[in-house]
């Protein structure tokens, strides 16, 4: 842990995991449109930082090389993509299904981490990776009896977790020399943008919606956005991307309990065993690896 981190990084992993694993929840309780669902997400939490970064930030912001601006445009087109298609996802197949699949992302975390971040690993992670694959495809292969709907909302889910890999890897290179919210805000924000023109294309109805679905959107840039995404962004800077990465185990079993308590919706055998499997890949990927940046 970095000395200069006044709150332990462990601390804001804890927060951040119980944070993110309400968006599930909240996403399938509104009746928007999902690229509405994910626009309004972003554009709330952007909104709420934009006051806190001109504070705290402002000088940082306003002398923002344009070459590292154009990179977090970038990075906000990714995190737009890991949105669009993971809250489409849930529309399709189930909690359960979808947060395990999304939450995969350490076998490519730790994979790129390798080569990109020096982090090594070995044997039993190449053993990890093959097993968590296996777990995807015995998810994917359950879920498809119940539908092809079913197996199209794992694919989506799979698209936003290669998405979100991408993105946590530019965040752990990034936030070395960035200050916290100036990057998030940027990024979130142009995240945002990228969507709503995803929404205009789609012709998908912005305004009027239901008064409930504006709550559930102040509470998705709230919860897992602010105190869920921004806190890991923040842990980032301290924590090798292989631990964040699998911090997020407790995304999927917590988001699956929230599920089969408010939404009644109980997760098949092959997710079990498919799930199971996964988690066990990631562990063993990540055992090799988890180590903070300063030791």
């Known amino acids: 842990m970095n000395p200069d981190a006044k709150?332990?990084?462990?601390?804001?992993?804890?927060?951040?995991?119980?944070?993110?694993?309400?968006?599930?929840?909240?996403?399938?309780?509104?009746?928007?449109?999902?690229?509405?669902?994910?626009?309004y997400r972003l554009a709330f939490a952007s909104l709420i930082l934009l006051p806190i970064t001109l504070y705290t930030s402002r000088k940082e912001l306003f002398s923002i090389d344009k070459k590292l601006l154009a990179v977090l445009i970038g990075v906000g087109a990714i995190l737009a993509i890991h949105?669009?298609?993971?809250i489409s996802s849930l529309y399709y197949t189930t909690v359960a299904s979808s947060v395990l699949l999304v939450t995969s992302h350490p076998i490519i975390v730790a994979s790129v981490s390798h080569y990109i971040f020096k982090e090594k690993h070995n044997v039993k992670a190449a053993g990890g990776i093959v097993l968590a694959l296996a777990g995807m495809i015995v998810i994917s292969w359950g879920d498809a009896f119940f539908g092809f709907e079913y197996f199209i909302g794992d694919v989506l889910a799979l698209v936003g977790m290669v998405a979100v890999a991408v993105y946590m890897l530019a965040g752990r290179k990034i936030r070395q020399n960035l200050d916290l919210f100036v990057y998030v805000f940027i990024v979130y924000s142009s995240?945002?943008?990228?969507?709503?023109?995803?929404?205009?294309?789609?012709?998908?109805?912005?305004?009027?919606?239901?008064?409930?679905?504006?709550?559930?959107?102040?509470?998705?840039?709230?919860?897992?956005?602010?105190?869920?995404?921004t806190v890991y962004n923040w842990t980032l800077k301290y924590v090798?991307?292989?631990?964040?990465?699998?911090?997020?185990?407790?995304?999927?079993?917590?988001?699956?309990?929230?599920?089969?308590?408010?939404?009644?919706?109980?997760?098949?055998?092959?997710?079990?065993?498919?799930?199971?499997?996964?988690?066990?890949?990631?562990?063993?990927?990540?055992?090799?690896?988890?180590?903070?940046?300063?030791?």
């Open 7 to 39: 709150v332990k990084p462990e601390v804001g992993i804890l927060i951040a995991i119980i944070s993110v694993s309400f968006a599930a929840l909240f996403i399938r309780w509104s009746s928007a449109h999902p690229m509405v669902v994910a626009f």
């Open 83 to 86: 949105f669009g298609a993971w």
């Open 191 to 229: 995240a945002a943008l990228f969507l709503l023109i995803g929404c205009l294309s789609l012709k998908a109805q912005l305004y009027p919606l239901p008064q409930d679905d504006y709550i559930l959107f102040l509470a998705l840039a709230i919860i897992p956005s602010i105190f869920g995404h």
């Open 240 to 295: 090798s991307a292989t631990v964040i990465s699998v911090s997020l185990l407790g995304e999927p079993i917590l988001a699956s309990l929230w599920a089969v308590i408010f939404l009644e919706e109980f997760p098949s055998n092959t997710i079990y065993l498919g799930g199971a499997m996964i988690l066990i890949g990631i562990i063993m990927v990540s055992s090799v690896g988890i180590n903070s940046k300063n030791g």
